[in-house]
């Protein structure tokens, strides 16, 4: 064979640097091995059930099916025991013997459609036992496979080698001892496992029990100390699922206590989602939305998510890819089989089924808010008040169903004055004047400004309805949804407000005004030009002698306030002084004949345009020494 043949190799494996890597780089979180092996008993158990079903010479278990686990102190051992299918001693070198050799993923092969749907089968990789060497410097596995009289004793120290040899068990099922290492004698206490088992198995089918030492009779004699306490195997894990039952026979009690055992809260849930999804993707899920916000409720970074189970075995505690940021609130469980996790079943691979499955909860939950708006509306108004303004963010984060959140969003409006949001975006049109064409709305740093703001005074006048906006993210909102039910959405604060011009007689009004002002204008651009862009005349106003107005694609005042407070530098931008030709204040401004009290006037003027939108005063000291200046002059007069 020449040198540049083309030949077709196998790849070759260094079996103790491949063990190695398995055990000290595969898990993050050493107590994952208990998860691994309690997995493993339960998916025994399961295939005995099947075999049996098949086979019924097999006959059923030696009573109950269940998992014993035992954490010995003084032995420093942990024994973990079932009396499922076990294995041959075939089956134990080659699924042992084989690193990545998965039994479940060969049975799960053998299995029919319906079968497969049926089983709660969760092993996949074939790696999961070779976890126990995470906590054990040697592990001892004795089997015996139903159907079978011999047993299988394995041994290892998790180096390159394995011994193999018979062993004697009077049932069926499986036995694994985990010789503890020095710095994992934490697994020795029972406590310590109990804690283990309740967060990652607690969920699982089968029974996992440990023993209890038997409570003293009144006939034991306490001073016979030959006599040892007998232990009694009592159940750890809850050994069921509530979210595997049916809904019609679970009780509002059932489901509220599951939620506070999942989300350590002290208060019922307001509402909950309970669906079971079959098809092309099968999961079964279960929503909550709680009464009260988490103390990080806005604190992005924060833990958040669905408590994930793949076949009721506990994966993660905050699978955030689930759920968009905006219903960060939300809590409860997603229980699946099809999901794409790493070999370590500690990470969630990012693919279709995961979107998919983000979009149908994503819509679940906004449809039970939909459903609770319309027929509890009261119980809406409670939710709305607590979790209201993180929903504002949907628009932003979530475009496929923008309209559904625009359909949630509640706003506080000059329908009422009254600070409390609860005015729809629906409401607001279906009251709309005959002729109007824009929802209106005004941004402000609290309730009171944003309703007395000058800039909604001709509409006020006019009886058109106006949004009151004062939550941090109501501007970064309104950018983002744009238009509602064909109506756009129209900042007061921003553009001309030619709107308003649209009848003959205000168009005259306004070009009189222009040309009646065109001198005083002119004045006040030359004292104000370092400060503002340009001077006009507005009909916007009708009380107020002056306001500040910025064009319809600039950033508005309380934007800029929030993010230079988020130590984001600004570029520097004027604004547009609008005035009141009418006011009283802008004639007599018109009639000053000295400069130097005409400058101050005028600053004064836009100070106030400043104050009146809510914002702060680059020199305040200025306005105040103006003001007296003023006061003294007045106090003379």
């Not at 092993?123 to 496979?145: C, M, N, P």
């Not at 503890?180 to 310590?192: H, M, Q, Y």
């Not at 009189?512 to 001077?535: F, P, T, Y």
């Amino acid at each position: 064979m020449t040198a540049d043949a083309t030949q077709t190799m196998g790849f070759q494996t260094e079996a103790k640097r491949l063990l190695h890597l398995m055990i000290h780089s595969l898990y993050s979180n050493r107590e994952i091995f208990l998860r691994e092996l309690i997995s493993n008993a339960s998916d025994a158990i399961d295939k005995h059930r099947f075999a049996v079903i098949n086979d019924p010479s097999l006959g059923a278990a030696g009573g109950d099916y269940r998992i014993r686990v035992h954490a010995d102190a003084e032995a420093k051992t942990i024994t973990i025991d079932d009396n499922g299918i076990g294995m041959s001693r075939e089956e134990v070198i080659e699924n042992l013997g084989t690193i990545a050799k998965s039994g479940t993923a060969a049975f799960m092969e053998q299995l029919s459609g319906d079968q497969k749907s049926d089983s709660q089968l969760i092993g996949q990789f074939g790696v999961g036992f070779y976890s126990s060497f995470i906590v054990a410097d040697r592990v001892e596995v004795l089997t015996r496979k139903a159907g079978e009289d011999a047993a299988t004793h394995w041994e290892s120290a998790g180096e390159d080698e394995f011994t193999v040899s018979e062993g004697e068990r009077e049932q069926a099922g499986s036995t694994i001892i985990l010789h503890l290492k020095s710095d994992a004698e934490e697994f020795a206490d029972s406590w310590r496992v109990r804690s283990v088992i309740k967060k990652y198995s607690d969920h699982i089918s089968v029974p996992v029990m440990m023993p209890e030492p038997a409570k003293p009779t009144e006939d034991d004699d306490a001073s016979d100390e030959s006599v040892a306490a007998e232990t009694e195997w009592q159940p750890v894990n809850e050994a069921k699922a509530l979210w595997t039952r049916s809904r019609s026979d679970i009780s509002d009690d059932e489901y509220q206590a599951f939620y506070k055992h999942i989300s350590h809260d002290f208060e019922d849930a307001l509402s909950w989602s309970h669906n079971a999804v079959e098809g092309k993707l099968e999961y079964t899920s279960l929503l909550y939305l709680p009464k009260r916000a988490p103390f990080d409720l806005w604190h992005r970074e924060g833990a958040r998510g669905l408590k994930l189970y793949v076949q009721r075995t506990f994966i993660m505690d905050e699978a955030e890819q689930f759920l968009p940021m905006y219903l960060r609130f939300v809590k409860g469980v997603l229980d699946s089989s099809d999901l794409p996790l790493n070999v370590s079943r500690e990470i969630l691979q990012q693919n279709q089924q995961v979107e998919s499955i983000r979009g149908a909860l994503t819509k679940r939950v906004l449809d039970m808010l939909s459903k609770m708006a319309s027929k509890q509306p009261e119980d809406y108004d409670q939710f709305w008040d607590t979790f209201g303004a993180v929903i504002k963010e949907g628009p932003a984060e979530d475009f496929a169903n923008r309209e559904k959140i625009a359909d949630l969003l509640r706003f506080a409006t000059t329908h009422d004055d009254e600070p409390l949001q609860r005015r729809s975006l629906k409401q607001y049109v279906e009251s709309m004047q005959a002729d109007q064409q824009s929802i209106y709305y005004v941004v402000a740093e609290n309730h009171a400004t944003a309703k007395n703001s000058p800039h909604i005074e001709a509409l006020r006048r006019q009886g058109v309805e106006v949004l009151l906006l004062s939550d941090r993210v109501d501007e970064w909102l309104m950018s983002h949804l744009g238009e509602y039910d064909g109506k756009s959405l129209r900042d007061c604060a921003k553009g001309e407000w030619s709107d308003q011009a649209d009848s003959d007689d205000a168009k005259k009004a306004l070009e009189e005004a222009e040309k009646a002002s065109e001198s005083l204008i002119e004045r006040m651009q030359n004292v104000l030009s370092d400060r503002v862009a340009g001077i006009r005349p507005t009909i916007r106003l009708t009380s107020s002698p002056a306001c500040l107005t910025v064009a319809e694609h600039e950033m508005g005042a309380q934007m800029r306030r929030i993010m230079e407070a988020a130590g984001q530098e600004m570029p520097e931008t004027k604004p547009t002084m609008e005035i009141n030709v009418e006011h009283p204040l802008l004639k007599r401004l018109d009639e000053e004949a000295d400069e130097d009290r005409f400058a101050d006037l005028a600053q004064i003027l836009l100070d106030q345009a400043v104050l009146a939108e809510g914002s702060t005063l680059e020199d305040p000291a200025s306005y105040v020494a103006r003001l007296n200046k003023l006061l003294v002059e007045m106090s003379n007069a």
